[in-house]
């Protein structure tokens, strides 16, 4: 069976620091890899997405980047990180157009 | 684009009552549907979708979800609620369209918070 593992369950940086973010999943060739946040009363803002191998989308402007250096390996980079880079990380998996994701644990990043 | 609204950030009902959850979505082709369950501090966990056939879905914990496309809703309901189904549930479509030009990425509503109250 398919699954997938995010960490670290938490985190604390502080402001100015670099940050990485990694997910794995494991049962499954060639999936279609997301990262995603969440904030209170907001739901969750699709950051980036991945098709392939070096193959990344992104969604919003910010101050993260998203690498997949293997086919089911997915990591969330910051060079600096900001107060307003503070929430909830979903990295999640889907094996292709139409079919439902599936979630990590997620990460609480909490930039000080 | 398809969209997704959720009708009421937060809904508060008694042990062993009705639990209605609301979902209003727009697309322009037919939709891909989904309802997930999340637990504090924890991922999304599916609780069903509908892609073709029977509008009526079951899914896990004795929930179900009816797509009727003349009112564009997928509202989520249990007949009998359990203090364990204190949760935010979200509402999602697919961001598909055979036509091509999109990733089938999941579009999210904002959330419903449950409450149980004994």
């Known amino acids: 069976s398919q699954t997938i593992h995010q960490w670290p369950a938490t985190l604390v940086q502080p402001v100015g620091s670099p940050l990485s973010l990694e997910c794995t999943v494991e049962?499954?060739?060639?999936?279609?890899l997301y990262w995603y946040r969440q904030a209170a009363g907001r739901g969750l803002q699709l950051l980036f997405y991945s098709v392939g191998i070096g193959q990344i989308s992104s969604e919003v402007p910010q101050n993260l980047s998203a690498s997949r250096p293997q086919d089911r390996q997915f990591i969330l980079s910051s060079k600096k990180l900001l107060l307003s880079d503070s929430g909830f990380y979903l990295c999640?998996?889907?094996?292709?157009?139409?079919?439902?994701?599936?979630f990590g644990q997620g990460t609480r990043l909490t930039v000080v | 684009a398809q969209s997704v609204t959720q009708l009421g950030s937060h809904v508060s009902v008694s042990e062993g009552a009705l639990v209605l959850l609301r979902c209003n979505y727009s697309s322009s082709v037919p939709p891909y549907l989904f309802w997930y369950v999340q637990y504090p501090n924890q991922g999304l966990q599916l609780l069903l979708k509908?892609?073709?056939?029977?509008?009526l879905v079951k899914g896990i914990n004795g929930f179900e979800a009816e797509f009727k496309k003349s009112e564009t809703s997928f509202h989520l309901t249990k007949p009998s609620a359990h203090m364990s189904d204190a949760a935010e549930y979200f509402c999602a479509v697919s961001d598909f369209s055979p036509r091509g030009g999109s990733q089938g990425n999941l579009i999210f509503g904002k959330g419903t918070k449950l409450s149980v109250k004994p």
């Open positions: 999640a998996w889907s094996g292709g157009v139409g079919t439902e994701a599936f």
């Open positions: 509908y892609t073709t056939g029977a509008t």
């Open positions: 049962g499954t060739s060639n999936p279609n």
